[in-house]
């Protein structure tokens, strides 16, 4: 069975310092792992995802996260935060296999930026 | 340009009353569709995924039901709402070759 875990419920930040958000995963093999953002009262926005190849992603907003294989990881980082960037954080797993592409979720970070 | 329109925006029902939540994609032909429920404060559960007109599957038994009539239309519905019923209900898409879903505004949902 597949499954996610993101440790942290909270995390607060002062605007400009640097955020790491952590995803662990358990699958069998090689996973397509996704970060999304949830601001309050909307829908899920995809920030970036991982397939293959370079395991440092790129994403929208300056947003990067690094896939490691060998600590089941995926770990979301901003080197310097703005306040717009309060919102819950959701690391997801698909399997590569699976009928009807499921996504399986983390319960997600709440992402507080104090001024 | 693919959008995804879920409606209503918002909804309080009583309990045992019915409901119906819609999501329309436009853009994008035969796309994979999904219903995910999301409790307060919680992670997201997949309901239901349809990969063509008149086929979907369940994943969960929640007492909801789930159609699509339409290849850019997907449904979910109730006849008789439950309290644990309330959260907030998001649509998504995806191509039928990727695994990246892409995701409605969603629909609030207040049963009381």
């Known amino acids: 069975a597949q499954s996610v875990t993101q440790p942290d419920a909270r995390v607060t930040v002062s605007e400009g310092a640097s955020l790491q958000l952590r995803c662990k995963y358990s699958?069998?093999?090689?996973?397509?792992l996704f970060w999304y953002v949830q601001y309050p009262r909307q829908g899920l926005q995809l920030l970036l995802k991982?397939?293959?190849?370079?395991?440092v992603v790129q994403g929208v907003n300056s947003f990067e996260a690094e896939f490691s294989k060998s600590n089941s990881s995926f770990h979301l980082q901003k080197a310097s935060v703005h306040w717009s960037d309060s919102a819950v954080y959701f690391c997801?797993?698909?399997?590569?296999?699976?009928?009807?592409?499921?996504?399986?979720f983390g319960i997600g970070t709440r992402v507080l930026v104090r001024p | 340009a693919q959008t995804i329109h879920q409606w209503p925006v918002a909804e309080i029902k009583a309990v045992g009353s019915p409901l119906s939540l819609g999501c329309t994609i436009k853009?994008?032909?035969?796309?994979?569709l999904y219903w995910y429920w999301q409790a307060t404060g919680g992670t997201l559960q997949q309901l239901f995924y349809?990969?063509?007109?008149?086929?979907v599957e369940s994943v969960v038994q929640l007492n909801l039901s789930a159609s699509r009539p339409k290849d850019d239309q997907f449904i979910l519905s109730t006849e008789k709402l439950l309290l644990s019923h309330s959260g907030f209900y998001l649509c998504?898409?995806?191509?039928?070759?990727?695994?990246?879903?892409?995701f409605g505004e969603g629909s609030r949902l207040i049963v009381v």
């Open positions: 349809s990969i063509t007109v008149g086929q």
């Open positions: 991982y397939y293959s190849g370079d395991p």
């Open positions: 997801a797993l698909s399997s590569t296999n699976s009928a009807g592409n499921k996504l399986t």
């Open positions: 998504a898409w995806s191509l039928d070759s990727g695994n990246t879903l892409y």
């Open positions: 853009g994008k032909s035969s796309p994979n």
């Open positions: 699958y069998s093999a090689t996973p397509y």
